[in-house]
C-alpha cells in the first residue's frame, strides 16, 4: 500500500484491520506516531522515512515477518531496545 507524500497526520484506528498488508509505505508525510502498524503481523516492509516521529514505533517486535525497516529522515531520539528482537 502506497501512501507516500500524502501531508498525512496520523492513521486512522481502522487501518488496524488490514491483517494481510505485506508492504506498507508511509514515507514523506507528517506522522508522529506509527504504533497501529504493530497490529499488522503480515508486514514485510515497512518504510515510514521522513516524516515527523520522535519515537520509536512501540510494539514493533510484534511483526515477526518484517524484513526491511525504513525509519530514517525523522527526529527519533531513542532506540526502543524491543528492536534487537527483530531481525
Not at 10 to 21: A, C, I, R, T, V
Not at 44 to 66: D, E, H, K, W, Y
Amino acid at each position: 500500500l502506497y501512501l507516500s507524500r500524502n501531508a498525512l497526520r496520523e492513521l486512522p484506528p481502522s487501518f488496524g484491520h488490514l491483517k494481510l498488508l505485506e508492504e506498507l509505505f508511509l514515507n514523506d508525510n507528517n506522522l508522529t506516531d506509527i504504533d497501529i502498524v504493530s497490529s499488522l503481523s503480515r508486514l514485510r516492509i515497512l518504510n515510514a522515512s521522513n516524516n515527523q516521529m520522535r519515537t520509536f514505533p512501540n510494539g514493533i517486535s510484534s511483526l515477526v515477518v518484517l524484513r526491511d525497516l525504513h525509519l530514517g529522515g525523522n527526529d527519533i531520539v531513542e532506540v526502543n531496545p524491543e528492536i534487537g528482537s527483530l531481525y
